[in-house]
């Protein structure tokens, strides 16, 4: 089992799409990942071999935010939003939601209002 990121990637998948299980890489970057290291898209995570586990870790460390990394700097970015006291910081810090949809009969998630139905 190839441990990336801190995140134990599935044994049984292809390794292109087994890079998209971590957080911030998806099917595009996981391509461009697999060309820098010029391993087989359809090699299966269970065979790589150490060798390219390593480089795809190294690649990963040095040219992407990835993980904490990037759940951090998203976090700093809403709060930045929220101080700055832009529109989209007022509906953040609100729970409302951001971009122009409308909350008359909808957006019951974001505003977790769910109404409550009778069980007997």
């Known amino acids: 089992m190839a441990r990336i990121a801190g995140i ?3 044994k049984n998948k292809r390794i292109e799409v087994g890079l998209t299980y971590i957080y911030g890489i998806g099917v595009t970057r996981s391509q461009e990942i697999i060309k820098k290291t010029k391993i087989n898209p359809d090699t299966i995570i269970k065979d790589l071999n150490d060798q390219e ?3 795809i870790r190294q690649i990963l460390t040095e040219q992407y935010q990835i993980e904490g990394d990037l759940k ?12 700055i006291g832009t529109y989209r910081g007022r509906r953040h810090r ?3 939601p951001l971009r122009g949809q409308r909350t008359r009969t909808n957006g019951r998630t974001r505003r977790n209002n769910h109404k ?4 007997k």
């Open 8 to 10: 134990d990637l599935p």
């Open 53 to 55: 586990i390593v480089s």
């Open 94 to 96: 609100n729970n409302l």
């Open 72 to 83: 951090r700097l998203k976090s700093i970015n809403i709060k930045r939003l929220m101080d």
């Open 116 to 119: 409550r139905t009778n069980r």
